[in-house]
C-alpha cells in the first residue's frame, strides 16, 4: 500500500483518524510541530466545546476550558503514551482535569464572576422590568422555550416563574447573590426573546 509521509511519520494514505491523532500528537512532542497542533486543535476543539457546554452550563466557562485544555495539550504532549489508550481519550480525559480546576477556582474565588455575573445591570433596577417578556407568553409555551436554557439559568426562570419566589427568595435558595439572579433570569429572558422571534 502506498505511504505518505506527514510530519516526520510514515502513515498509510488510508490510516484511521485514531492512528492520525497520534501522529499529530507524537509530532507536537518530539518536534513542537505547530502545524500538527493546528490540526489537533482544529478536530478536537469544537467536541470539547459542545461537551463543555452540556457539562458546565456556561458558554464563557466553556471557551475558557477548551483553551486552557489544549494548551495543557500542547504543553504536555510528551506525556502521552500511545500504549495507554486513544488520544481522544488522553485528551478529553485532560480537558476533564481542567474542568475540575475552573470549577475549583470559580468555588473557591467568587469574587471572579461568571459571565452571568457580568452582566450589565440596568440604570432602573425593577423586578417587574426585568420579569417583564416583549409579547405575552402562555406558560406551556414558556415550558417549551426553557428546555433551551443552560441549567443555572432554567432553574432560575423556574423558581421564579413557576413557584412565585421573589428575586431574594432565589437568591437564598440557591446561596447566590441577588445580582447573579437578576442577570442569569435577564440572560434567560434574552434567550426566550430570541426563541420567540424565531417562531413569529
Known amino acids: 500500500m502506498e505511504t ?3 510530519y516526520g511519520i510514515t502513515v498509510n494514505q488510508k490510516t484511521d483518524d485514531a492512528s492520525q491523532h497520534r501522529a499529530w500528537l507524537i ?3 518530539e518536534q513542537r510541530d505547530k502545524n500538527a497542533f493546528a490540526q ?3 478536530h478536537f476543539a469544537p467536541r470539547l466545546l459542545s461537551h463543555a457546554r452540556r457539562q458546565l452550563g456556561n458558554d ?3 471557551q475558557e476550558m477548551v483553551q486552557e485544555a489544549m494548551t495543557k495539550v500542547w504543553l504536555k504532549a510528551h506525556l502521552y503514551h500511545p500504549d495507554k489508550g486513544r488520544v481522544s481519550t488522553w485528551i478529553f480525559t485532560v480537558a476533564r482535569n481542567v474542568s475540575y480546576d475552573l470549577l475549583r477556582r470559580a468555588q473557591a474565588r467568587p469574587e471572579h464572576p461568571s459571565a452571568e455575573d457580568l452582566y450589565l445591570e440596568p440604570a432602573v433596577d425593577s423586578e ?3 420579569d417583564q417578556l416583549d409579547q405575552p407568553v402562555l406558560r406551556e409555551q414558556l415550558q417549551k422555550y426553557c428546555e433551551h436554557l443552560p441549567p443555572k439559568q432554567l432553574q432560575v426562570v423556574t423558581m421564579i416563574y413557576f413557584e412565585d419566589r421573589s428575586h431574594q427568595e432565589v437568591a437564598d435558595a ?3 447573590p441577588l445580582g447573579t439572579v437578576k442577570s442569569r433570569l435577564r440572560l434567560a429572558l434574552n434567550r426566550i426573546r430570541e426563541l420567540l422571534n424565531e417562531h413569529h
Open 40 to 42: 489537533l486543535f482544529r
Open 174 to 176: 440557591l446561596g447566590v
Open 60 to 62: 464563557a466557562l466553556a
Open 27 to 29: 509530532a507536537v512532542a
Open 4 to 6: 505518505v509521509t506527514e
Open 128 to 130: 417587574v422590568e426585568s
